[in-house]
Structure formats: C-alpha cells, structure tokens
C-alpha cells in the first residue's frame, strides 16, 4: 500500500467483518524516539490462536471469497523494512488488536496519508458502529499534544434522531480532524 491510511481502512474493515460494535484507532508519533505507532482494536470475534499464528501469512485468509489475505501482512512488513516491529494480539470472542512501530527516518518508511479521511470515512460509511480515534504527538522536548475523536460522544450530543452519516454530522467530523490535527502539529517537525 502506498499510505499508511490505507493499511488502517484495511485493518479496520477487518473489524468489521469481525462482527466489531467499536473499533479504536490510534496513532502516535514519538519525534525523539523516532517512532510512530499505529494500532487497531476491535470488540469483534476474535481469532484462534491458531488463526492468530497464520494471519501474516499473504495465503491464509479466513475470507471465503478469495484465497488471499494481504492486510496484515502488508502491515507487517511495511513496519519491520523501516526497522520497526508488529504484533497482534486476539481472544476469541473479544476482540483483536494490532499493532506497529514505525521508523520515519527509514528510507523504507511511507507516508502517513490521509489518516482524517481515512477515519471520517469509516465513520461515514458505518454509522452505527463506534469509533474512537486518538491522534498523539510527543515533541523532542517532552511536551506532548494529543485529542481524539468518539462517535459514541458524538452519539450523545445528537441524540439518536440524527444519524453519524448526516451531512452535517460529516462536514463537523472532517472540520474536527482538520482543526485538531493542525493545532496538533503546529511548530512540529514532522
């Protein structure tokens, strides 16, 4: 994949399909430790832990209609060509987690992509499912900025007359990441 984000819309669908209420996505980046991590969760069925032992395996997929799973694996190696690591952890019957660290100074690393779009999207596209999204940065210096988006908050504020995929509910949720993520970057190297 070209963009990180496209991992994530990946992994997230994964989710889904996993029969997932919430997913949680969150991404960190680390200037001083030179890492940014990117997990996904999910409260959805879970894996086996034999499933779990195969699933970066390109030719093992629990998907009937192709024979061939690239998501995890693509994340995986995507993760370890810049020096960095994955794992993924999953109960049957609560969920599953995954996980990468990154190295940006690494010829090998992608871009990040559009991560906003990627997660107004997901929520556009399913809007009674939950999604938390937390997007945090630590500065060289220590100081860390962080802010997060939560559908099941938003849920609250709208009532439930007013589905997440309402026009107006979009426009505030792209506005949002917007905002956030510039006053997140703000003076940052990045």
């Not at 995890?72 to 019957?93: D, N, Q, W, Y």
């Amino acid at each position: 994949m070209r963009e990180l984000s496209l991992n994530v819309m990946d992994l997230a669908q994964n989710s889904i399909s996993a029969g997932a209420s919430l997913v949680t996505v969150a991404v960190e980046e680390d200037l001083g430790a030179d890492t940014l991590s990117i997990s996904i969760s999910d409260n959805g069925k879970g894996m086996s832990p034999e499933q779990v032992e195969h699933v970066t395996d390109p030719f093992f997929t629990t998907r009937t209609t192709r024979s061939v799973g690239l998501g995890v694996p693509l994340f995986k190696m995507e993760a370890e060509m810049t020096g960095g690591s994955f794992s993924i952890h999953s109960v049957l019957g609560e969920g599953t987690t995954t996980a990468a660290v990154f190295k940006p100074s690494s010829v090998d690393m992608i871009p990040l992509g559009d991560i906003n779009g990627t997660v107004s999207m997901l929520v556009l596209m399913n809007p009674d499912l939950d999604f938390v999204f937390t997007r945090k940065l630590r500065l060289e210096n220590g100081e860390e900025r962080e802010f997060a988006l939560r559908t099941l908050e938003l849920r609250e504020v709208l009532g439930e007359d007013v589905p997440l995929n309402a026009p107006d509910v979009t426009q505030w949720v792209n506005e949002y990441l917007a905002e956030n993520t510039a006053e997140l970057l703000g003076g940052a190297e990045t």
